[in-house]
């Protein structure tokens, strides 16, 4: 997903596109500088893509997802 596209979608910084991507805000601005030929790796398209993913499905889970998500806790003992 290009930055411009995911832009559409979520209201985010550059900073916050810099973590989700993992690489500088400096990075970042060379995709948006107009002059600019520097253009998004596709690790880094992957990565938007993948959030955008995962934050489409949590805006549109079923309430009972939700709390089993709420419920889930790495601590938890599993019972085997």
């Known amino acids: 997903m290009e930055p411009e596209e995911f832009l559409k979608y979520w209201d985010v910084s ?17 995709w948006f500088a107009p002059s600019s030929h520097r253009r ?13 993913h995962i934050w489409t499905a949590i805006e549109t889970e079923p309430t009972f997802l939700q709390k089993m998500r ?4 790495p601590e938890r003992k599993r019972l085997q």
């Open 14 to 30: 550059r900073e916050e596109i810099a973590t989700i991507c993992d690489c500088s805000v400096v990075t970042v601005n060379f």
């Open 40 to 52: 998004p790796k596709e690790n880094h398209k992957q990565q938007l893509a993948l959030a955008h």
């Open 70 to 73: 709420d419920m889930y806790s």
